[in-house]
């Protein structure tokens, strides 16, 4: 069974600051991670994943996550954030088996003008 | 690219009532799908999972016979909600799987809202 945690609930930054959202998890069997977004009222869109391979992924609109395997963890991070970043957040994992997802609890994050 | 869509969007019924929400993959042909609820301001659980030719597997603590799940096709499965109460209410979101992508690659659906008063 996986888990996975996300230790900020909210995050508010300001437009064009750096942001990193983070994310823990935890598996006994290797894994998939997964990074989506979530507008209000609307569904999930993927913002990248990783399966193997550079531990580095970079994803759609400018958002980048490293897998730290040592440490458990995939931050999302981006250099600079827009308004239309702010949105609900989930990190979500799965064994390379079976393809349910376990997603966080979500991290929301506010871009202030 | 891949799509995958539900039907409704949004649906209000009475309670006690039945309500069905169709997931379909557009584009791609999908043996296996999942479906999630998410409460507001949480996050998603998944429910089951949808096996295109046989029976749906359900994670604990899901009601089999309230929430019917049916995958006829390799491109449609159909979560039933049976009886619906008011707690029933939420948002249900589906996602299958690409087996033929490089990848596995999930897609998700846009979502279903569903309200029962």
């Known amino acids: 069974a996986q888990s996975v945690t996300q230790l900020d609930s909210q995050v508010p930054v300001f437009e064009e600051a750096p942001v990193e959202l983070r994310c823990n998890y935890s598996?006994?069997?290797?894994?998939?991670l997964f990074w989506y977004v979530q507008y209000p009222n609307q569904g999930l869109q993927l913002l990248l994943k990783y399966l193997s391979g550079s531990t580095l992924v970079k994803g759609i609109n400018g958002f980048e996550a490293e897998f730290n395997k040592s440490q458990t963890s995939f931050h999302l991070r981006k250099p600079s954030v827009h308004i239309s970043d702010t949105a609900e957040y989930f990190c979500?994992?799965?064994?390379?088996?079976?393809?349910?997802?376990?997603f966080g609890s979500g991290t929301r994050l506010q871009v202030q003008p | 690219g891949a799509v995958v869509s539900q039907h409704p969007s949004r649906v209000i019924c009475k309670s006690g009532t039945s309500v069905k929400i169709e997931c379909r993959s557009l584009?791609?042909?999908?043996?296996?799908m999942f479906w999630y609820r998410q409460f507001p301001k949480q996050s998603l659980m998944l429910m089951a999972t949808?096996?295109?030719?046989?029976?749906?597997?359900?994670e604990q603590g899901v009601e089999k016979d309230k929430f019917l799940i049916n995958h006829a096709s390799l491109t449609l499965s159909t979560l039933t909600v049976t009886s619906a109460h008011p707690e029933d209410s939420s948002f249900y979101i589906c996602s299958a799987r690409d087996s033929a992508s490089s990848g596995n690659t999930i897609y998700f659906g846009e979502g279903s809202w569903l309200t029962v008063v």
């Open positions: 598996s006994s069997v290797s894994v998939y």
């Open positions: 949808s096996n295109e030719g046989s029976k749906a597997t359900y």
């Open positions: 979500a994992v799965s064994g390379t088996g079976r393809r349910a997802l376990t």
């Open positions: 584009d791609f042909q999908a043996t296996t």
